[in-house]
């Protein structure tokens, strides 16, 4: 079964594809970027009316806002950050040979994203990495879309599992964005976060809170009316939650869900989504009557603002149904997690990881109501989807692994429950290590598995693992 943490974890959607794409079309297939030069003898960076700097002719300048007339700007390597007149800001002109190549990087942006939709991930990747090997050519390793590339690339690495290749991306996003804007911007935080989603994935919490508590002090600077500040929050609640420090992960629950309410508004969907991070939260310490208000209220928002046909509504439908089973109306849980899978299946196919979560989802209650066979097919239908997408060896497939492993053994088919249960354990001990929490469960799970087929011996030698 997915933990507390995968739950709220999955409610929170990659919002960068739309940007990026948006970057690119801007930058790559117009050849206009956000870097620029000083046309005026000599630019003034202003704080209002005060002149913070004055910057010689053919200055390079990162401009990463604008507004009418002005664009706020950096120098890169420097101190000097603050708003320029537009009238003496030259955007930076490409050569011709630039340009040829960046066009030859147009259509490639454009299959990576018809690859991705389709969820052949796989090939997404592979076209977006020969699309970056093409803005290194023409841009140099150490321009801004360069940064911006690597970043998003970073997040897909991460989804398929190579976390190596992943954190490498990340951390020359870093080093670029960190060179031209500072360690202390908003840009440069985000990838402080996502290395920290990056060490939080593969259980590595030390390193996962020292970057969320970088990005939190970051984002309070800002003040308390400040959005970002909600899902921050939510990211080091997650974390110390999974490190048991129950009471520090529901301050930090209850203020994000604060924040939401007061600065997005009660009706908003980013408080639905606190409401639904709250909740999940509140299901795990068993305070069944909180989660199920919050849940029902996050439900009302997102049906309200989405309609019913909506992968976040379907989600909320999920954990509700997964709570209504808790509290033991199970016929009730069942019908919600149907209809969420029915949603998915209308809404995405078949051949979809959403679908698959759902499948694995439904799976877990109805195995827990004594359907085991249909829970096995349903788990079975799920993993072939998720092996399809990710390759065989992914972190996500563990869980399906593990969960097939318990039915088998529920069914008494001992020589298949440990064949998916060594499957699993192989996947976590790779991806997660020895040590870890679910690394663990699944060797706690084979000595049970012996223990009922009475090889004491081996169970014995398993716990001492």
């Not at 049906?303 to 909320?316: A, I, S």
């Not at 053994?409 to 998916?420: M, N, T, V």
Request: one cysteine or more; charged letters at 25%; aromatic letters at 6%.
């Amino acid at each position: 079964m997915k933990t507390m943490t995968q739950a709220i974890r999955r409610a929170w959607v990659h919002g960068f594809l739309l940007l990026f794409l948006l970057l690119h079309a801007a930058s790559v297939l117009n050849a206009e970027s956000a870097l620029g030069v000083v046309s005026g003898a000599p630019g003034k960076i202003m704080a209002g009316d005060k002149v913070l700097a004055e910057v010689p002719q053919g200055t390079r300048l990162w401009i990463f806002n604008s507004k009418p007339g002005w664009a706020e700007v950096k120098v890169p390597d420097g101190e000097q950050h603050g708003w320029m007149s537009a009238k003496e800001i030259q955007k930076e002109v490409y050569t011709d040979a630039q340009i040829k190549i960046l066009n030859e990087a147009r259509p490639l942006y454009k299959r990576f994203d018809q690859e991705r939709q389709a969820n052949q991930f796989a090939a997404a990747r592979r076209t977006l990495e020969a699309g970056l090997k093409l803005e290194r050519a023409a841009l140099g390793d150490g321009h801004p879309n360069v940064a911006d590339t690597l970043n998003y690339l970073g997040g897909m690495l991460a989804d398929l599992g190579d976390i190596a290749a992943a954190r490498q991306c990340y951390e020359e996003a870093l080093a670029i964005r960190t060179k031209i804007l500072g360690s202390d911007y908003v840009d440069t935080m985000s990838v402080v976060n996502n290395l920290g989603n990056l060490a939080f994935d593969i259980g590595d919490y030390p390193v996962a809170l020292k970057h969320y508590e970088l990005v939190l002090a970051h984002a309070r600077k800002s003040g308390p009316n400040n959005s970002d500040l909600a899902s921050i929050l939510n990211n080091l609640a997650n974390l110390q939650y999974r490190l048991g420090d129950y009471a520090a992960a529901r301050k930090k629950y209850e203020e994000a869900l604060d924040i939401s309410r007061r600065v997005d508004g009660p009706q908003h969907l980013n408080t639905a989504t606190q409401l639904n991070n709250s909740a999940v939260f509140h299901m795990a310490m068993a305070e069944f009557p909180l989660a199920r208000e919050y849940m029902e209220q996050a439900l009302v928002i997102r049906r309200k603002q989405l309609g019913n046909n909506h992968e976040l509504v379907c989600k909320t439908l999920g954990s509700l149904g997964e709570l209504l089973h808790k509290q033991g109306d199970t016929a009730a849980g069942r019908k919600m997690l149907e209809q969420a899978l029915a949603t998915y299946r209308q809404l995405y196919g078949n051949q979809d990881r959403r679908t698959a979560q759902e499948m694995n989802n439904l799976a877990n209650l109805v195995s827990a109501q004594g359907e085991h066979l249909l829970a096995r097919q349903l788990l079975e239908e799920a993993l072939a989807v998720h092996r399809k997408i990710l390759g065989r060896d992914h972190q996500d497939n563990a869980a399906m692994l593990h969960n097939l492993g318990s039915t088998s053994a529920a069914l008494k088919e001992y020589d298949a429950a440990r064949q998916y249960y060594d499957e699993a354990l192989a996947i976590r001990r790779k991806s997660l290590g020895k040590e870890h929490s679910e690394t663990i469960d699944v060797l706690v799970n084979i000595g049970n598995l012996l223990h009922d087929q009475r090889d004491f011996a081996k169970a014995h030698a398993v716990a001492s693992e």
